[in-house]
Nanobody, 125 residues
Framework: QVTLVESGGGLVQAGGSLTLSCAAS????????MGWFRRAPGKGSEFVSAISQSERTTDYANSVKGRFTISRDNARNTVSLRMNSLKPEDTAVYFCAADRSYAGPHRAPSEYDYWGQGTQVTVSS
């Protein structure tokens, strides 16, 4: 069992930066691949980024590649998403998720076993 709590969301102007953090409670955090997803108003869940258990593999949606950076600290049970050059279309609720599989990191939300409650990111134009 893993409990995930996101933080770091807020209101930022276009072109600005935010860093989201996700703190995991429970054991064996380093056994989970971690992902970030987002849900904009009226839209479904969208894959943003993911990182493997060992940090060796990362993946990004094309819409955020080059602007967002995912990282994890297995000693502190945290995963972060640094978001630069934010755009109004990045406005969404951002969720972190944990995946027990070693076959990832995956892009499909259905592959993830545990989810946080989300944190709102609003980018003004």
């Amino acid at each position: 069992q893993v409990t995930l709590v996101e933080s770091g969301g807020g209101l930022v102007q276009a072109g600005g930066s935010l860093t989201l953090s996700c703190a995991a409670s429970g054991r064996a955090f380093d056994h989970y691949a971690m992902g970030w997803f987002r849900r904009a108003p009226g839209k479904g869940s969208e894959f943003v980024s993911a990182i493997s258990q060992s940090e060796r593999t990362t993946d990004y949606a094309n819409s955020v590649k080059g602007r967002f950076t995912i990282s994890r600290d297995n000693a502190r049970n945290t995963v972060s998403l640094r978001m630069n050059s934010l755009k109004p279309e990045d406005t969404a609720v951002y969720f972190c998720a944990a995946d027990r599989s070693y076959a990832g990191p995956h892009r499909a939300p259905s592959e993830y076993d545990y989810w946080g409650q989300g944190t709102q990111v609003t980018v003004s134009s």
